[in-house]
């Protein structure tokens, strides 16, 4: 006995991921977060790399959970790596357009660039503060 295709259960299975997909990408009220010696552009968003420095750049947006997990890490290395290294967020779900610009699959990603501006590390996912301070010494940063 062969079993039919529902394409009614199809239909509603695509509808439900586009309404999903519709309600990540909303947008937040919050302004990216970055280091004071990140240019800023004329859209609010920090320019990346920052010229000349180490650059932990961290993708995602205030809303998604692991992303949200992030935030006090990324505000504590803020403030340890002022000066030394820039550290800086972008809310993909406010500025849609980074996303595609730093080839972002999912969120949270953090990219780091070393001072001449070359990314040598990328991961995906929740980073832990442990990690991603072995990251940033390996590119020199104490």
């Known amino acids: 006995m062969r079993k039919q295709f529902d394409f009614h259960a ?6 439900l ?3 999903l997909g519709g309600a990540l990408i909303s947008c937040s009220n919050e302004e990216p977060r970055s280091a004071p010696s990140a240019a800023v552009s004329s859209g609010g968003i ?3 790399p920052v010229k000349g420095m180490v650059t932990m ?13 992030m935030a006090p890490i990324m505000e504590e290395l803020e403030k340890e790596y002022h000066g030394k290294a820039a550290i800086v967020f972008i809310d993909v779900w406010k500025h849609r357009e980074q996303g595609p610009k730093y080839g972002i699959r999912a969120i949270p990603t953090q990219i780091f660039y070393d001072k001449e501006g070359k990314e040598v590390y990328r991961h995906e996912g929740f980073m832990d503060k442990e990690s991603i301070v072995a990251e940033l010494r390996k590119l020199g940063v104490e």
């Not at 199809?10 to 509808?15: I, M």
């Not at 750049?57 to 997990?69: H, N, Q, R, S, Y």
């Open 17 to 19: 991921i586009a309404l």
């Open 57 to 69: 750049l961290d993708i995602g947006a205030t809303e998604c959970i692991p992303c949200k997990m």
């Open 10 to 15: 199809l239909l509603v299975l695509v509808f």
């Open 46 to 48: 920090p320019d990346v």
